[in-house]
């Protein structure tokens, strides 16, 4: 029999995907509830408050980047333990000792945190219209965003969950690495306020383009040219692919 | 045409502990072929380089003829791989475990569903279909193993310890179920402890001590080698020690007697009886390839 990798890479994507609907009160729900309060708080209670940022209110200015922000949390966390939990209880042999390429059981566990991520962004988006009217405007820089956030940050969880050793592992990236990128990333100002030094380290932070990129699809302004931000996020996913491809031909982390 | 031919495998973990070294022998496509030695011996790890799990310091293997450096995924479609440890999710339905495993290995669902209920019908396990991983018992989890392994109809089949930790009606049942994959025509390389499993299902004996390989023959020939084969007897009379059964005294009824190649056990009673001793009980000191064994490999 020909051997098909499209069945191996639905076989790995429906399995995660059954996972996250199955155990939805862990998966879908507390980002929905997290973000429901920043809501409260950075939109009702002191939004009015802080007035205009960039011609709109503060609580409009702030539902693009919480959307993104839920988006980048779900993407990471859930490739993240679910990869590493699959590596912890030794499942993770089924699918190393069968034919599946690198770039399948890549897909495969991505296709997951994708999943999870943009159902969650597109629910957030909708309890944020109780909240705030929003408007898009440019739908295509909505949708674009959102994917290439969310396939790049799926990545990124995959590299955590390839060289966890232990759960701990898991929790330390998400605390130190990605809370830092996403509260530095613009999601409750805009970057190009900042003063010098901070301005300069933004434009390292791969989550500023994408946040600034998929905030540019809600209200029409961005703070770096646009085709910039999309080019900059294509190229960064492109590149962890790759380095992810060839880490997991050498199968690094997986073999003894 | 060999089924697996390891020229030169060497393996040394990053702790410095050289597990395998030099390690050179084949797998004759359509034999079972045991792979025999101590705890430490090297067997596991080797059945871990085989199957992708353990990367290999030096060597080469072929599998069906491919070289598993260079068509990786490709080898492995050959291989069904039965670990000596569960490995899979406790938390999934029986059927899933299978109809997902034949999945990696890009077998269609509508496949996989048949294919899966015949195994689970043949190992017993068709009224655990639904039931989670965690719910089944010890012996059930390894023949769940077995299912899983054999669900995308691989040519060799890797079986590490399988019978470890199961009940010896299992086991008996097990062998027959081994007995009649082989039959079919599946290549067998088995990894066990238990001699009398080796003795009874292997054709060629592979051991090993630490790390390399001491011995590779049919098991017909290494039993021949045997010089003598050791025998307790149980007996109510007092007899003498030595003499040409080197007989040796265990306790006040029980006595341990060497039987040379070539001479029956029955011409040992006669013997005995004509010196007017019955022998109450007799039983061999340990299988034939035990012996062996404990010679070559320990």
Redesign the interface.
Known sequence: ?????T??Y???AR?EVTRILRIWTQTLLPPIITQSLYFVIFGAFLGSRIGEVGGQSYAGFIVPGLILMAVVTSAFSNVASSFFG?KF???I?????????PSTLLAGFCTGGIFRSLVVGVIVFIVSLFFVPSTITHLWAVIYFSIVTAIFFSMLGFLNGMFARKFDDVGIVPTFVLTPLTYLGGVFYDIANLPGVWHTIARFNPLAYAIDGFRYGFTGHASTPILGSAITMFLLTSVLGIALIALLRK?TG??? | MNAITLTHVEKTYSTGTQALKNVSFEVKAGSMTGLLGANGAGKTTLIGILTGLVRKTGGQILVAGINLDDQPELARSYIGVVPQEFNFSIFEKVEDILIDQAGYYGVPRKTARERADNLLHELGLWDKRTATARTLSGGMKRRLMIARALIHEPKILLLDEPSAGVDVELRRGMWEFIRKIHAQGTTILLTTHYLEEAEELCEQIVMMRQGEVVRNAPIQELLNELSAQSFVLTTDQLLTEGGIYNLKQKNATTWEASLKQGTSVTSMIQDFASHGVTIRDIRPKANRLEEVFIEAAM
């Open positions: 029999m020909t051997y098909s990798p069945i191996a639905i076989t790995i399995k699959a209880q030794r499942s042999e089924e699918i190393l000792v069968a034919p599946v390429s199968r997986l073999q003894t």
